[in-house]
């Protein structure tokens, strides 16, 4: 079973950048379907980025044109680079791992980031 280690949060001013990683073992990462959510109390758990096997990308409206998620298949990583943050992406983002042939998903332990002056 895959496991997912994620890293890079922090608190950061608006209009900053951080890069978040996430770290996978246990299986084949390359078959693997990747993607970062983020949790709020009042906005529940959403998908941000996420990102096919074969490269394809895809990104809430929310954080077009200021998140790249990328991957990594050689290091088993997945990161998300965030740039010109904003106080509303405060929030725990998760890594989720799901095989491509498959509707079953691992998550990781999330890492908080909290945007503010």
């Known amino acids: 079973q895959i496991q997912l280690v994620e890293s890079g949060g922090g608190l950061v001013q608006p209009g900053g950048s951080l890069r978040l990683s996430c770290v996978a073992s246990?299986?084949?990462?390359?078959?693997?379907?990747m993607a970062w959510y983020r949790q709020t109390p009042t906005k529940g758990r959403e998908l941000v980025a996420s990102i096919m096997d074969d490269g394809h990308r895809t990104y809430a409206d929310s954080v077009k044109g200021r998140f790249t998620i990328s991957r990594d298949n050689a290091k088993n990583t997945v990161y998300l680079q965030m740039t010109n943050l904003k106080p509303e992406d405060t929030a725990v983002y998760y890594c989720?791992?799901?095989?491509?042939?498959?509707?079953?998903?691992?998550w990781g332990r999330g890492t908080g980031v909290a945007v503010s002056p």
């Open positions: 989720n791992a799901r095989p491509s042939t498959s509707t079953m998903s691992s």
């Open positions: 246990g299986t084949i990462f390359s078959r693997y379907v």
